[in-house]
């Protein structure tokens, strides 16, 4: 029952050190008691879910939000997986919790088999980096080496309802795949590409390149709504070749993916591996199951 486009809804709390205007829902600014709930999994911009990105984006202003997901913010390195010191989006977080006052969370952390292996409780900031450590090892891999052949997953339903959901999958090893390697990806994508926001950043991208794409959306204050998923995107983009199995997906969308689609994964997946080893002089192949739930870092 939030609605981030009502300005009439929100009450402005500041600006922050990085110039973000404050503005958050007034009904939960002005509650005597202030409880909010999370599930701490990696998140491919803000480190970790939960905890201070409940407020933010959770209940802010949609100028609160497109500003701190804009280019300049959504650019930055530290802007990862599993990454919380310097990672602006976090800290934008932090500084707006400092905004409100006390906030408790109640955190959880899902195995996965999605049963509940950590609920805890306590102030918002301090509760959810106990939670984080808690899940940090279970969430991220380290690796040694890169490879050639990444065959990953949007981790099954509910992420793998949409290919707005299933770039985060696409994205999160990118780390580890040699450049002008192949990434595989499979998502049933059966309710379709996303939101109208989402199909228009995709028509752009589709139509300039990733490269323009991003050159033409940097000088904006201000994302517009869901872009920062196509940015997002562009990551592995620039890395190497993404190729997309998603049997639910329309013909319609499958174009505005920017990304190749194929039909036979078993059959794309051990050409793949046959072409990468004549140009590369070696196959190497990952295999992520369980998709954007588990983050492989770079060692």
Known sequence: ??????????????VTTKGTTVKLDKRFV???LKIVTG???????????GGRKVISPGVAHQDTITTFHNHKFMSNPQAD????????LHEEQLEIVAMIGEVLSVNTVLDEHRNLSLVNYGEIIASHLEAVDFAKDY?????????NTIVTSAAGYPLDATYYQTVKGMVVPYQILEPGGDLIIASECAEGLGSNEFKKAQKMLVGTGAEDFCAKISAKSYAAVDEWQTQMQTKIMNVGNV?????????SDQKLTGVNIISDLNE????????????????????????????????
């Open 1 to 14: 029952n939030h609605f981030a486009k009502n300005e009439e809804d929100h009450v402005f709390m500041g």
């Open 30 to 32: 002005n509650a005597d």
């Open 39 to 49: 599930l701490v999994e990696p998140h491919f911009m803000a480190g970790y879910s």
């Open 81 to 88: 997986s599993c990454i919380l010191k310097g990672n602006p």
């Open 139 to 147: 969430l991220s891999v380290p690796v040694k080496r890169k490879f």
């Open 243 to 251: 190729h997309l199995y998603a049997p639910g997906l329309q013909r």
């Open 268 to 299: 794309f997946v051990e050409s793949r591996v046959i072409k990468n080893l004549d140009l590369f002089g070696e196959s190497s192949l990952a295999i992520i199951p369980e998709g954007p739930y588990v983050v492989p870092t770079l060692n």
